[in-house]
Nanobody, 123 residues
């Protein structure tokens, strides 16, 4: 079993920044990719970003490219999502997740999920 705990969410004005963290504990996959997803009220959960175990493969959804940066520190079992130039449409609950695949955008490929952290961007 893998436990994932997100932190770093909050309320920020448009144009501001936040850094989300996701700490993994318990039994961990030796080569797991990590992803960030988000779900806004009344909308389906959507892919935000993903990073392979080694960090050599990274993917973003188009709407966050050039604004968000995903990274990981395997020594600390932690993955980060640096979010800059935030927009009101970024408001959502953000989830991190782990997959045994090399990397994935499809949330059905992810096995373990955190409880989520709320990000609210005011205009």
């Amino acid at each position: 079993q893998v436990q994932l705990v997100e932190s770093g969410g909050g309320l920020v004005q448009a144009g501001g920044s936040l850094r989300l963290s996701c700490a993994a504990s318990g039994r961990t996959y030796s080569r797991n990719a990590m992803g960030w997803f988000r779900q806004a009220p009344g909308k389906e959960r959507e892919f935000v970003a993903a990073i392979s175990w080694s960090g050599d493969s990274i993917e973003y959804t188009d709407s966050v490219k050039a604004r968000f940066t995903i990274s990981r520190d395997n020594a600390k079992n932690t993955v980060y999502l640096q979010m800059n130039s935030l927009k009101p449409e970024d408001t959502a609950v953000y989830y991190c997740a782990a997959t045994p695949l090399r990397i994935a955008r499809d949330d059905s490929r992810y096995v373990y999920w955190g409880q989520g952290t709320q990000v609210t961007v005011s205009s």
